[in-house]
T-cell receptor
């Protein structure tokens, strides 16, 4: 399966600021996704990152808050905008391709103070 | 929501014992996967079972799938302290998009 490098691994941010998380996959993948995992909870899908077009957001998530880019088949970014303490979570990217299963990045632990 | 529910929410066993956790889901699926997560880190893929399969093995792991009951189970045999983690099931129904269950926190006591 593919290997995903996700960074930063963790960050502490001031409220009102924005943080961009990057994921780089070591091979071309069909689909890339972004998840949020709030403390002690399961994973919630934020959006599907579409290559060369706007991401597809799940209910409860909007582009203004979580802008996503995917300029090519191996790279995507998620920005958490105008952060508040409620945005403190682990953010994970994942990817899948035609020839292998589902792979996750190591996650970004975000704390908003 | 298609989100799966897992039980138990938490499980504590002695090293060497078997651990069984269950996942139930709501809609028809193409496949179901199990993942492990250590201490809030990234998820590690354990096993995928397709909707036309009933049982799958991988090392000390055994997964069953009952599509009539919309449920799956993960059995870890001869557990080790290193198996301490959270375990999640994830289901896909026709697309690559997976919905995750609520998770089971397993603690294996040495």
């Amino acid at each position: 399966s593919a290997v995903i490098s996700q960074k930063p691994s963790r960050d502490i941010c001031q409220r009102g600021t924005s943080l961009t998380i990057q994921c780089q996959v070591d091979s071309q993948v069909t689909m890339m996704f972004w998840y949020r995992q709030q403390p002690g909870q399961s994973l919630t899908l934020i959006a599907t990152a579409n290559q060369g077009s706007e991401a597809t957001y799940e209910s409860g998530f909007v582009i203004d808050k979580f802008p996503i880019s995917r300029p090519n088949l191996t790279f995507s970014t998620l920005t958490v905008s105008n952060m508040s303490p409620e945005d403190s979570s682990i953010y994970l990217c994942s990817a899948t391709g035609a020839n292998y299963g589902y792979t996750f990045g190591s996650g970004t632990r975000l704390t908003v103070v | 929501s298609q989100q799966g529910e897992e039980d138990p929410q938490a499980l504590s066993i002695q090293e060497g014992e078997n651990a069984t956790m269950n996942c139930s889901y709501k809609t028809s699926i193409n496949n179901l996967q199990w993942y492990r997560q250590n201490s809030g880190r990234g998820l590690v893929h354990l096993i995928l079972i397709r909707s036309n399969e009933r049982e799958k093995h991988s090392g000390r792991l055994r997964v069953t799938l009952d599509t009539s009951k919309k449920s799956s189970s993960l059995l870890i045999t001869a557990s080790r302290a290193a198996d301490t983690a959270s375990y999640f099931c994830a289901t896909a129904s026709g697309t690559y998009k997976y919905i995750f269950g609520t998770g089971t926190r397993l603690k294996v006591l040495a």
